[in-house]
Nanobody, 113 residues
């Protein structure tokens, strides 16, 4: 059974940083792409960043230069390093296996102005 568990969210002031973690189990992690999405109140869920099994990365324009996605295949972990946070980054952040129905429960990130 595939399980994804996010952690690391919290309340931070604008300009601050957070590192989100996604712990995966029940799958061959190293061969899968991993994506981070976010959903703000009243808005659709949107793709934030993706890392392929070959370490290629893609980012939403809104986070380029501020967020960095990474993965540690040995630990079956993915990370989302978020710097220069803005109030508009406030959302619940989820990790997922692209194309699958596997999602974590999400972790809340709140950025105060």
């Amino acid at each position: 059974q595939v399980q994804l568990v996010e952690s690391g969210g919290g309340l931070v002031q604008a300009g601050g940083s957070l590192r989100l973690s996604c712990a995966a189990s029940g799958l061959m992690f190293s061969i899968k792409a991993i994506a981070w999405y976010r959903q703000a109140p009243g808005k659709q869920r949107e793709l934030v960043a993706l890392i392929s099994n070959g370490m290629n990365t893609n980012y939403a324009d809104s986070v380029k230069g501020r967020f960095t996605i990474s993965r540690d295949n040995a630990k079956k972990m993915s990370y989302l390093h978020m710097n220069s946070l803005k109030p508009e980054d406030t959302a619940v952040y989820y990790c997922t296996i692209p194309g699958s129905r596997n999602w974590g429960q999400g972790t809340q990130v709140t950025v105060s102005s």
